[in-house]
C-alpha cells in the first residue's frame, strides 16, 4: 500500500547548525513529492515539490531536498537552521491511489531550535 | 490573491449541536479537499470534490459527517449531532486539476472544540 514514513517524530538542532529531515515512501510508479510546513496556529504551507527532472530542488526559506529513488527517499534538508524555522515539517506523496487522486501525507516531524 | 478561507478560525459548542465549518477554495482551482488533524491521528483526508462533485469520501467518519460544495467557491462541512471525539482542528485545501499531482493550497484551519 502507499505510504510516507517519516521516522523522526521530535528533532532538535542548535540554531546555526544544519538540518536534515528523513521522509521515506512506497508508492508503485513514479512518485510526486512534496514538503509542507505548518507553523503553530497555522495551515500546510508548501516548502517545495518534486515531479520530475533534477533529483535536487530547491524550496522557499532555503530549504532543499534529494530524491533518492533506489532509498525511495525524498529528505529535507537546510545547511544553516534559523530559530523561526522551529515548526511541524510533513512529507507527502501525491497521485493514483486506487483511482483516486490525492495526497498522501507523513506523520510530521516536529523541529525544535535551541539556542 | 486570495488564499485558501475557512470560517470560523475556531468554534467551541456543546454535545449534540450542529457544526458547520465553511470554506472558499482559491478561485480556478478544481479541487478541494477536506482534513482533520488530531494529535492522535495526525493529518487525515475526510473528503475531497473535483469540479463540485464529492469523488472520494472513504475518510468520512460516519453518517453524522456530511459535506456539500454547491459551486466552485463555497464548500461546507457539518456534523450533526457533534460528540467530544470530533474536537480537531479542520483544514480545508485546493488545487488545480489532477489533485494528487498538484500542490494543495491550505487553509489556516477551524479548530472545534466539542464539550
Known amino acids: 500500500a502507499q505510504s510516507v514514513t517519516q521516522p523522526d517524530i521530535h528533532i532538535t538542532v542548535s540554531e546555526g547548525a544544519s538540518l536534515e529531515l528523513r521522509c521515506n515512501y512506497s508508492?508503485?510508479?513514479?512518485?510526486?513529492l512534496f514538503w509542507y510546513v505548518q507553523s503553530p496556529g497555522q495551515g500546510l504551507q508548501l516548502l517545495l515539490k518534486?515531479?520530475?527532472?533534477?533529483?535536487l530542488v530547491q524550496g522557499i526559506k532555503g530549504f532543499e531536498a534529494e530524491f533518492k529513488r533506489s532509498q525511495s527517499s525524498f529528505n529535507l534538508r537546510k545547511p544553516s537552521v534559523h530559530w523561526s524555522d522551529a515548526a511541524e515539517y510533513f512529507c507527502?506523496?501525491?497521485?493514483?491511489?486506487?483511482?483516486?487522486?490525492?495526497?498522501?501525507f507523513g506523520t510530521g516531524t516536529r523541529l525544535l531550535v535551541s539556542p | 490573491d486570495a488564499g485558501v478561507i475557512q470560517s470560523p478560525r475556531h468554534e467551541v459548542t456543546e454535545m449534540g449541536q450542529e457544526v458547520t465549518l465553511r470554506c472558499k477554495p482559491i478561485?480556478?482551482?478544481?479541487?478541494l479537499f477536506w482534513y482533520r488533524q488530531t494529535m492522535m491521528r495526525g493529518l487525515e483526508l475526510l473528503i475531497y470534490?473535483?469540479?463540485?462533485?464529492?469523488?472520494?469520501d472513504s475518510g468520512m467518519p460516519e453518517d453524522r459527517f456530511s459535506a456539500k460544495m454547491p459551486n466552485a467557491s463555497f464548500s461546507t462541512l457539518k456534523i450533526q449531532p457533534s460528540e467530544p471525539r470530533d474536537s480537531a482542528v479542520y483544514f480545508c485545501?485546493?488545487?488545480?486539476?489532477?489533485?494528487?499531482?498538484?500542490?494543495?493550497?491550505f487553509g489556516d484551519g477551524t479548530r472545534l472544540s466539542i464539550l
Open positions: 485545501a485546493s488545487s488545480r486539476e489532477r489533485g494528487g499531482y498538484q500542490p494543495q493550497h
Open positions: 508508492y508503485g510508479a513514479t512518485p510526486y
Open positions: 518534486y515531479f520530475s527532472g533534477d533529483t
Open positions: 507527502a506523496v501525491g497521485g493514483d491511489f486506487s483511482g483516486f487522486q490525492k495526497l498522501v
Open positions: 478561485s480556478g482551482h478544481d479541487y
Open positions: 470534490f473535483n469540479n463540485n462533485v464529492p469523488i472520494d
